[in-house]
């Protein structure tokens, strides 16, 4: 083809099933003035801002395929444009850029639920009212950090979409830093995923002042650089999923409550990801499924409070990598299967409690080396004894809840006989 350069007007491969990616040296067929009919074939890859150089090409058809990543602002130098079809590949992110959007092209289809677009026909229900060059900056900023890749942007509903056509219009924008941008975007995005507008307490949120100052319960969110360091909203009305956009506050995010909501989803996958998190809170906030292994390899993970959910699944044997937890409640869940007798790594464990699920076996022997342990709560669930003996001489457990007659419990300091027991209610 490059050697037909010369004379080549047009290319049409519609319906060929192609594969693979489409070749970078598109961009010496600077004769091309005609149609390039790539439509509904297998190619992949991004567009390659090589068609930029095919500056008197009138209909360029790449719509149906796989391609992937975003729209080449190159795209802009294709002056005698008068067709871009580009709908049907699900994985093209990001925005149209306002340069692409010139009279003479009379034709311009995305999928508006992954494209933000002004001037696609028919038209995209919604683009943020701000400048393109802006919203594309935060685009080309974001996308390459956003847990889904931006996919959500397209989505005039997502929290996403809200985020940062929220964020595009803060006239203090350009005054802030790249990280000032991605923790308010990270921000913005917990408040839409958890209907913000109805919580009790929104002081500040969503202003233009520095988000350190937020409404957090009485507690300092961010750190001395600035960063968002703990979130604190707990019962505080959130309803909704927690967004895996807190994973962009992975560097500073130390603390996290969000407990006493009605959340749902299942536990967010992303808190792993999190490197500096040391304190989850997320007790009775309506979760379910599996306590993601992964949670566990946070070297740094001090406490874990999970009880009061709908969490299923069996208490991770990873749950022994993290050796600097204190605290590790998952009470009153749907939990089965045996206690891990890993538990026993955990030499700094101060409370730790199962009760109210339906875990079998028995007590681990290697519990008798939690010599820090003050509070164990494991009544109400279906354990039988015997007591490892080394429980019984930990000298600073102070409160032992057992189903002492299945336990055959000597060392308990409070006897349950299942739920019914307001003693231990």
């Known amino acids: ?146 847990p889904d890749g931006g996919l959500s942007w397209g989505n005039p509903a997502s929290p996403q979409h809200k985020a940062l056509a929220w964020l595009s219009t803060n006239s203090m924008l350009s005054q802030m830093t790249n990280e000032t941008k991605i923790q308010r ?42 960063n968002v360091a703990a979130i604190v909203l707990a019962e505080n009305l959130l309803s909704g999923t927690i967004p895996n956009e807190l994973t962009l506050l992975s560097d500073s995010l130390v603390f996290l409550n969000l407990g006493r909501n009605d959340l749902g989803g299942t536990f967010p996958t992303g808190l792993a990801a999190m490197t500096g998190l040391s304190w989850i809170y997320l007790n009775q906030a309506s979760l379910t499924g599996t306590i993601p292994t992964e949670i566990f390899a946070l070297t740094g993970l001090r406490a874990f409070w999970g009880f009061d959910n709908f969490l299923w699944g069996t208490v991770p044997t990873e749950v022994g990598q993290a050796t600097n937890l204190e605290t590790l409640f998952l009470g009153v869940n749907l939990l089965t299967g045996t206690i891990p007798s890993e538990i026993g790594n955990l030499s700094l464990l101060q409370a730790f409690s199962l009760f109210g699920n339906q875990i079998t076996g028995t007590i681990p022997t290697e519990m008798g080396n939690l010599v820090n342990l003050d509070r164990l709560f494991l009544d109400d669930t279906s354990l039988v004894g015997p007591v490892p003996p080394a429980l019984c001489t930990i000298s600073t457990l102070t409160q032992f809840w057992g189903d002492c007659d299945e336990i055959g419990c000597t060392c308990c300091t409070t006897c349950c006989s299942g739920p019914s027991d307001e003693t231990c209610a």
Do not use: K
Not at 46 to 68: A, V
């Open 1 to 146: 083809l490059v050697l037909l350069s010369a004379s080549l007007v047009g290319l049409d491969f519609y319906n060929n099933r192609l594969s693979g990616t489409i070749p970078t040296t598109i961009g010496l067929l600077t004769s091309l003035r005609r149609v390039v009919d790539l439509d509904s074939n297998f190619l992949t890859g991004t567009i390659p801002t090589e068609f930029g150089q095919l500056t008197t090409l009138e209909i360029l058809w790449l719509n149906n395929n796989r391609l992937n990543g975003t729209l080449p602002s190159e795209l802009a130098s294709m002056t005698s444009l008068q067709q871009l079809y580009l709908n049907g590949n699900a994985r093209l992110v990001g925005a149209v850029a306002d340069s692409i959007c010139r009279p003479l092209l009379t034709t311009l289809r995305v999928d508006c639920n992954a494209v933000l677009c002004s001037c696609c026909t028919p038209s995209c229900p919604f683009v943020p009212p701000t400048n393109q060059t802006t919203l594309r900056s935060l685009i080309d900023l974001f996308g390459p950090i956003s």
């Open 185 to 226: 975007y990270a921000l913005a995005t917990l408040y839409y995923s958890t209907n913000g507008p109805q919580w009790n307490h929104t002081d500040g949120w969503l202003s233009e002042i520095n988000h350190c100052f937020w409404f957090n319960f009485g507690n300092q969110m961010c750190n001395t650089l600035g």
